[in-house]
């Protein structure tokens, strides 16, 4: 008989890199209907770039949703991409803010509905810079994203509203 079977080092979680700043290419968003229904989870998959080749291609997952205070974890990464978040009608007349450009739906025939749909705009293998730190999640090391460097020509004047967290990481419990 014969048998298939995988690399056991392919099963291994990624290492992390060490805390710092680092060049990051965004790879894709994908996103998930939380479980309370009431919103949207976005996971962000970017990889370093521009680093020593042993930290290249490393993966870095950034996670947001579109509740009140997490859409500023969106913009944050938005404008660390270069591009402020965009304007628009959502289906009941409602303006909301997202990222720029579009998103491959799973079902096409359901237009307000986003679960597993796969970003496809413009941000796309854009980089960015943020600042790493290494957290522990279910017993592995992992990187996360403490902040963003903002790329968004006269940010300051142009969003007066906007001050860019410094450390998005969140409340520890």
């Given at each position: 008989m014969v048998k298939m079977g995988v690399n056991p080092e392919s099963l291994k979680a990624p290492k992390p890199v060490s805390a710092g700043w680092y060049d990051l290419r965004l790879k894709g968003i994908q996103c998930k209907m939380s479980s309370s229904k009431k919103g949207y989870n976005y996971v962000a998959i970017l990889e370093v770039v521009n680093n020593?080749?042993?930290?290249?291609?490393?993966?870095?997952?950034?996670?947001?949703?579109?509740?009140?205070?997490?859409?500023?974890?969106?913009?944050?990464?938005?404008?660390?991409?270069?591009f402020p978040l965009e304007n628009y009608q959502d289906s009941q007349g409602n303006t909301v803010s997202?990222?720029?450009?579009?998103?491959?739906?799973?079902?096409?025939?359901?237009?307000?509905?986003?679960?597993?749909?796969?970003?496809?705009?413009?941000?796309?293998?854009?980089?960015?810079?943020?600042?790493?730190?290494?957290?522990?999640?279910?017993?592995r090391e992992r990187n996360v994203v403490k902040q963003f460097k903002c790329k968004v020509p006269d940010c300051v004047t142009r969003f007066a509203d906007i001050r860019h967290k410094t450390d998005l990481r969140g409340k520890k419990k």
């Open positions: 020593k080749a042993e930290f290249n291609g490393s993966p870095v997952f950034y996670q947001m949703n579109n509740g009140f205070s997490q859409g500023e974890s969106m913009q944050d990464m938005s404008h660390g991409l270069g997202g990222f720029s450009g579009d998103w491959k739906l799973k079902d096409d025939t359901k237009p307000d509905d986003f679960d597993m749909a796969q970003y496809s705009g413009v941000l796309l293998g854009k980089t960015t810079n943020a600042e790493l730190v290494t957290d522990s999640y279910d017993g």
